[in-house]
């Protein structure tokens, strides 16, 4: 029995992408059980260009076993594949071709869009975006202009080809890392992935007979979906994950925004830079709480202080109601450590205010292993 693990991060996809087929294959015919694939654990983190710490933390949010090759569920020793990855987000991507240069049969099934959450809802449009942001902080700095013997008569924007440029640079790079698969004869399966027994794997679309198929290792990498805590409700429009904010399909006057991490903290960047005002509300007693202190303390000075930001820290957003029939957007906000109720937000419907909420992690892990049939076989 053996079990592999992998490490999933925007940048070793991008440099994937960057040498795209041209990979040595001078480890072809090795046997799986003696690959090594780059992991979590510091042994195998000596892979150089994966050290960074956005690999590790993409490799949490991947969900990684490898089955055992035991117990052969085909017939006899033979699978009609040496390794199956469910999930084809960057961690998949990166799976797969490892695998192949290794010389391995490689699926890789995806139930929706290939790229996952990096490409098509995160790292890339999230980027795109602040591209857009700092380009527009850089028009409305007159004196930076001066200085440079440029004249600026007037900035604007055009929300729709701003949201364009980030979604036409996502489905390229969606398009780069199909194709970068394909090059290395990896076969891309579409449907969703279900293990449904030991080695075998079933998938398929909705209304579709589905199909199954052997493989003597098989990768989970499916990712993460937003983490919608209870007592929030989402309508998509006055209440929206990321995964809608990235759509950019309004920009409003004033947004507040759930959770101070990184992902909270590019969005006021985008949102401030396109002229909302932002609120954060943040359950510990500080904004950035996961940040390495100094970072912390210079994001503050920079991005926070100088823009129009306000916050509440040490509070839990406990219950958000969505504007409807001329209602505003409710937020109550209770103590984190007492849980006593302090304050309810009336977010005035015409003023346009909206709420994003932070995208988890934790939520997919329960997702995945629920939705993947673990119940029903065991690795
Ligand atoms: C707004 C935002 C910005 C971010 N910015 C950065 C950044 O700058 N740098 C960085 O390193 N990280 C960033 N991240 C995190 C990064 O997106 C994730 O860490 C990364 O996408 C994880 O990759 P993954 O392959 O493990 O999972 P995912 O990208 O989630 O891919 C999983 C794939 O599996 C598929 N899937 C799930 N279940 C099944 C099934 N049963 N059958 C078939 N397919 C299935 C899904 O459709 C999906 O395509 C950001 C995230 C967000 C939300």
């Given at each position: 029995?053996?079990?592999?693990?992998?490490?999933?991060?925007?940048?070793?996809?991008?440099?994937?992408?960057?040498?795209?087929?041209?990979?040595?294959?001078?480890?072809?015919?090795?046997?799986?059980?003696?690959?090594?694939?780059?992991?979590?654990?510091?042994?195998?983190?000596?892979?150089?260009?994966?050290?960074?710490?956005?690999?590790?933390?993409?490799?949490?949010?991947?969900v990684?076993r490898?089955a055992?090759?035991?117990?052969?569920a085909?017939?006899?020793?033979?699978?009609?594949?040496?390794?199956v990855?469910i999930g084809?987000?960057?961690?998949?991507?990166?799976?797969?071709?490892?695998?192949?240069?290794?010389?391995?049969?490689?699926?890789?099934i995806?139930g929706?869009?290939?790229?996952?959450?990096?490409?098509?809802?995160?790292?890339?449009?999230?980027?795109?975006?602040?591209?857009?942001?700092?380009?527009?902080?850089?028009?409305?700095?007159?004196?930076?202009?001066?200085?440079?013997?440029?004249?600026?008569?007037?900035?604007?924007?055009?929300?729709?080809?701003?949201?364009?440029?980030?979604?036409?640079?996502?489905?390229?790079?969606?398009?780069?890392?199909?194709?970068?698969?394909?090059?290395?004869?990896?076969?891309?399966?579409?449907g969703f992935g279900k293990i449904v027994g030991k080695q075998r794997v079933r998938y398929g679309?909705?209304?579709?007979?589905e199909k199954e198929i052997t493989a003597?290792?098989i990768?989970i990498?499916t990712?993460?979906?937003?983490?919608?805590?209870?007592?929030?409700?989402?309508?998509?429009?006055?209440?929206?994950?990321?995964?809608?904010?990235?759509?950019?399909?309004?920009?409003?006057?004033?947004?507040?925004?759930?959770?101070?991490?990184?992902?909270?903290?590019?969005?006021?960047?985008?949102?401030?830079?396109?002229?909302?005002?932002?609120?954060?509300?943040?359950?510990?007693?500080?904004?950035?709480?996961?940040?390495?202190?100094?970072?912390?303390?210079?994001?503050?000075?920079?991005?926070?202080?100088?823009?129009?930001?306000?916050?509440?820290?040490?509070?839990?957003?406990?219950?958000?109601?969505?504007?409807?029939?001329?209602?505003?957007?409710?937020?109550?906000?209770?103590?984190?450590?007492?849980?006593?109720?302090?304050?309810?937000?009336?977010?005035?419907?015409?003023?346009?205010?909206?709420?994003?909420?932070?995208?988890?992690?934790?939520?997919?892990v329960l997702l995945a292993t629920s939705l993947l049939g673990y119940n029903t076989c065991t690795l």
């Amino acid at each position: 029995m053996h079990s592999v693990s992998i490490s999933a991060s925007a940048s070793a996809s991008a440099s994937a992408i960057a040498s795209g087929g041209a990979r040595s294959k001078a480890a072809a015919g090795r046997r799986p059980s003696e690959i090594r694939f780059c992991g979590l654990r510091g042994d195998a983190l000596a892979c150089g260009s994966l050290r960074a710490s956005h690999a590790a933390a993409a490799t949490s949010r991947a969900v990684l076993r490898a089955a055992s090759a035991n117990g052969a569920a085909g017939s006899g020793d033979r699978f009609d594949y040496d390794l199956v990855i469910i999930g084809a987000g960057v961690g998949g991507h990166g799976a797969a071709l490892h695998a192949v240069e290794e010389g391995l049969k490689t699926a890789i099934i995806e139930g929706d869009v290939v790229g996952g959450t990096c490409v098509n809802r995160g790292c890339v449009p999230s980027k795109a975006l602040l591209a857009v942001s700092g380009r527009m902080r850089e028009l409305h700095d007159e004196h930076h202009m001066k200085s440079l013997g440029l004249q600026v008569s007037s900035t604007g924007y055009d929300r729709q080809a701003v949201a364009d440029h980030a979604n036409n640079l996502a489905s390229k790079i969606r398009s780069n890392l199909t194709n970068s698969m394909k090059a290395m004869g990896v076969d891309i399966l579409t449907g969703f992935g279900k293990i449904v027994g030991k080695q075998r794997v079933r998938y398929g679309k909705v209304g579709f007979p589905e199909k199954e198929i052997t493989a003597k290792n098989i990768i989970i990498a499916t990712g993460s979906v937003p983490f919608v805590p209870k007592g929030i409700e989402i309508d998509g429009k006055t209440v929206f994950t990321s995964d809608h904010a990235l759509k950019l399909e309004s920009v409003p006057d004033w947004i507040a925004i759930v959770g101070s991490g990184y992902i909270g903290l590019e969005f006021s960047d985008v949102y401030t830079a396109l002229g909302s005002e932002v609120t954060f509300v943040e359950a510990l007693d500080q904004l950035m709480p996961g940040f390495d202190p100094e970072i912390a303390k210079l994001a503050q000075r920079v991005l926070i202080n100088t823009r129009k930001i306000d916050y509440h820290t040490g509070v839990f957003a406990s219950k958000i109601t969505p504007a409807k029939d001329g209602k505003p957007v409710l937020i109550e906000l209770i103590d984190a450590k007492t849980k006593e109720h302090k304050e309810t937000l009336e977010v005035n419907y015409i003023l346009n205010i909206f709420l994003f909420l932070y995208a988890g992690v934790t939520i997919a892990v329960l997702l995945a292993t629920s939705l993947l049939g673990y119940n029903t076989c065991t690795l």
